[in-house]
């Protein structure tokens, strides 16, 4: 211990004698640690941190397997209540499973009305969570029936709605002007399902139970809704859960082909996974880049080390000749290289604080738990064995070099420095090299993806985005019937195309580009199939002008019209997808078709075809277009469209007016989700920009860092090779001669770390592949645009090395030497 105390006190010496030296280390080491530090408290979050729940690791997100899902088919499917009852009553592998769908409420009778992200779920939900409400109970069987209205509130609704009231349990609230009984409040913190924003209040799936005019959702099997989570029990795995539900799916399946027949298995995937989706290679790739600048700053540093170690010779010599054996010597090296690494991985956890506040403001606004990053002691313990482990890297092939140092030659050669050989800098040569393909590798990885987020922003979302302004109406349907639903949101519609600075005003549901969606099968008149095997479509609802407000191109046809309504001729308009691949060769115009939709008021009736449209971009902007046809609002009355108004201004400035005509109407009714299709389009282009943007930073950082290790090694030489040069310019060599000497070395590394790292990124390119749209892994211009920049980089950093040398003073440099 003592050994290592003096060993200490010598490396702050050493500092001290140094200290440009020592900074210029400790602020590589804290460049590299910091982009670590900060990518890995991202990666621990969003990916590593188990839920917070108890024994997270048995909580499973369960689902069907169709064969025939349309859009996204990455996790579990949803699934219909008969379906979810019977799961939950047949399996053997679960203590309990939940279901769950979103929903939104409105809340009245506590000043002005507030729109609330809520969820309808089964019983047991919270017992399946394995979390009890700080106060009152969780939702139980009896809270499934017809008619009980209970609903569970979260910490923070309690908090800002309520004012934290001592009496809330019992008490009776307002929600969509229905009376609901709170019997329970969940304990601070609690968040599922976990999302940006978080839901503020659960209800029992007992309005689903009921409906006085049809089918109620609790019976519908072929209405697939619900999202369902379960807990496995005590040493039962994901597999075995799996096959487990796949029996029942397929005992479903046959029991009720006319609507399980393609539901072949079932999906059962550990929550946690279920949760992060596709953004888990995307942080892999970033947490991979990062982890290569962290290995090009190693590098850079053991270079300067291994330059100070050639002028430290002689000190070593001396301590050699006095009795410092080579592991003596070696740990004292490692110990200066130890406390260096501690001193930049100090200034690095600094650094990453700053570089988290900018990371939080890239990351998609989707992104689960991206609210929770911060430099927790896990991010810390990671930052100290980082940087514990950086000092070894960069500290050990020095500390050899060093400690092998011939005393007696030491000592005859001095300060002398014309007898250096290229042997001496064999390994800093390595070094740059290894650098430079690292770099190069991060820098094709940025230019695929850069080019791959131009390419997204290309891609036609079949619509106009600019100057149109959309928002979303919560009808308590308590109030409204089917019929007032109508004729509210067309008195809305008349109030807001007569505001100044408005064009036209519509509405529809879904909006593109958006994440929600419902698929209704449908029969072709003259092509009947049995219900189970009936063609599939993603289905959407217009207003009258919705086309024409959005400018979606109208191909043939016409628009919906305000006739268009519950008492005229059923109609529906399709997209040139869906007359492509349902009408191939034919005119789609005055043909049938009969969705399978109940809405409470009609039953699967047969609706002409009256308009064909352009496709749009529905879920994403990298996704393919889906068949997709369009129902009028008045004759489909099933959800509320949102509303969409351009306007010859721009569209923020209208919010306020907005609201108004809206609160003229019902001051009950509240206006919610007010955004720009603008806001939506970035929205959708958010993780491509994310992950080019900051694996752009890190290639650039990891080209600063090779160009710096490029310079530091050239002057190096200049620096050894002073005589030599001197006496080369003594002897008549012209200047330009040692100039591109200089030139040459420098640009020949460059080019073997570029050969080095095009077949690296040879095999890099396959990991990317996945991330990439519209760029093939392997693209000749990106390989071309990246190689030409760091040979431009390489070309820069040896340029004022090779000039110092080409302008030595040969008299004053031999005079010195």
């Known amino acids: 211990m003592g050994k290592s105390w003096q060993d200490l006190r010598f490396a702050i010496r050493q500092m001290r004698k140094a200290p440009g030296f020592a900074l210029t280390i400790i602020l590589t080491i804290a460049l590299g640690i ?12 969003v990916l590593l941190r188990p839920l917070p729940f108890p024994e997270p690791d048995r909580l499973a997100a369960v689902g069907s397997l169709n064969d025939r899902r349309v859009g996204p088919s990455t996790g579990p499917a949803p699934m219909s209540y008969p379906d979810f009852f019977d799961f939950r009553t047949r399996n053997h592998c679960f203590t309990g ?21 809520g969820y309808v779920v089964a019983a047991e939900f919270f017992d399946v969570l394995g979390t009890n409400p700080a106060l009152g109970r969780g939702i139980g069987p009896q809270d499934e029936k017809p008619g009980a209205r209970v609903v569970v509130l979260s910490h923070r609704l309690w908090q800002t709605a309520f004012g934290s009231a001592n009496d809330i349990i019992g008490s009776v609230i307002t929600l969509d002007n229905r009376s609901y009984t709170v019997i329970g409040l969940m304990p601070q913190g609690f968040e599922f399902p976990i999302q940006n924003p978080a839901p503020v209040l659960w209800t029992s799936l007992a309005d689903d139970a009921y409906d006085p005019m049809g089918e109620p959702m609790t019976a519908s099997r072929g209405a697939h809704l619900l999202s369902v989570i379960g807990r496995l029990k005590p040493g039962v795995s994901m597999e075995q859960a799996k096959a487990d539900l796949a029996v029942i799916a397929r005992n479903l399946a046959a029991q009720y082909p006319d609507t399980n027949r393609h539901f072949v298995g079932a999906v059962v ?31 850079n540093v053991a270079g300067l080390l291994l330059a100070r170690a050639s002028r430290r010779r002689s000190e070593v010599a001396v301590r050699s000749a006095l009795g410092a054996s080579r592991p003596q010597i070696m740990r004292q ?11 930049g991985g100090g200034a690095g956890i600094a650094l990453s604080m700053s570089l988290l506040r900018m990371l939080v403001h890239l990351v998609p606004s989707d992104l689960p738990r991206s609210g929770e990053v911060s430099v927790d002691a896990t991010v810390l313990f990671f930052a100290t064995v980082v940087s514990l482990f950086t000092g070894l890297l960069f500290g050990v092939l020095p500390a050899w070099r060093i400690s092998r140092v011939d005393p007696s030659t030491a000592l005859r050669d001095g300060a002398r420095t014309a007898t250096a050989g290229r042997g001496q800098h064999r390994v800093q040569n390595a070094l740059v090299i290894a650098q430079t393909a690292i770099g190069l590798v991060l820098l094709i990885a940025s230019g695929l993806l850069i080019r791959s987020f131009v390419r997204v922003l290309q891609v036609n979302p079949g619509f106009d985005r600019k100057n149109v302004l959309t928002a979303s109406l919560d009808l308590p349907l308590s109030r409204y019937s089917s019929q007032q639903q109508v004729n509210f949101e067309n008195q809305v519609l008349e109030r807001l195309r007569a505001l100044p600075g408005v064009q036209s005003a519509s509405g529809g ?32 609802l217009a207003q009258p002008d919705y086309f024409q407000v959005m400018h979606i191109p109208l191909l043939r046809g016409r628009e919906f019209r305000t006739s268009d309504n519950s008492k005229s001729n059923p109609v529906v308009i ?30 699967e009736v047969s609706r002409e075809i009256i308009g064909v449209v352009a496709e749009v971009k529905a879920r994403s902007l990298k996704a393919e277009n889906a068949p997709e046809y369009y129902l009028p609002f008045a004759q489909a009355v099933v959800f509320s469209p949102k509303i969409v108004v351009r306007t010859a201004v721009d569209p923020t400035m209208l919010i306020p007016a907005i609201r108004a005509a809206v609160a003229q109407i019902d001051k009950n009714v509240p206006l919610y989700d007010v955004r720009t299709m603008d806001d939506l389009f970035s929205r959708a282009a958010a993780q491509p920009r994310f992950q080019a943007v900051l694996l752009s930073c890190f290639a650039a950082v990891a080209l600063l860092l090779s160009a710096v290790g490029l310079y530091g090694l050239l002057s190096h030489i200049v620096v050894q090779r002073t005589l030599e040069i001197g006496l080369r310019i003594a002897l008549g060599a012209p200047r330009r001669n040692v100039l591109g000497m200089i030139l040459r070395r420098g640009l020949w590394l460059a080019g073997v770390g570029l050969a080095i790292g095009i077949l690296c990124s040879l095999a890099m390119t396959r990991f990317v592949s996945g991330l990439l749209f519209g760029v093939k892994p392997f693209d000749p211009l990106t390989l071309m645009g990246v190689s030409l920049v760091l040979l431009l980089v390489a070309l820069v950093a040896s340029s004022a090395p090779a000039y110092r040398a080409a302008n030595l003073n040969p008299m004053k440099t031999l005079r010195e030497q």
């Not at 409105?106 to 992200?117: D, N, R, V, Y």
């Not at 078709?593 to 409470?600: A, Y």
Request: charged share 20%.
């Open 269 to 299: 995937k550990p929550q946690l996974d279920d949760l992060v989706g596709d953004i888990r290679p995307a942080l892999r790739l970033l947490f991979a880049a990062v982890s290569l600048v962290l290995l090009i700053a190693c590098a």
């Open 97 to 117: 499973i939940a279901a769950y769908h979103d929903n939104d409420f409105t809340l009245t009778g506590s000043g002005e009305p507030k729109h609330l992200s």
């Open 34 to 45: 910091g982009a670590t530090t900060a990518v890995f408290s991202l990666v621990n979050t």
């Open 333 to 343: 090296m490692l110990v200066e290289s130890l406390f260096l690494a501690l001193c």
């Open 509 to 540: 549901w879904p909006l593109p580009l958006s994440a929600v969606g419902m698929t209704i099968s449908f029969n072709i008149e003259g092509r009947p199939l049995p219900p189970g095997d009936r063609n599939v479509s993603r289905a959407s």
């Open 574 to 603: 399709v997209s040139e997808g869906f007359a492509k691949k349902f009408f191939p060769g034919e005119d789609p115009l005055g043909k049938h078709i009969t969705p399978g939709l109940d809405d409470g008021t009609v039953k």
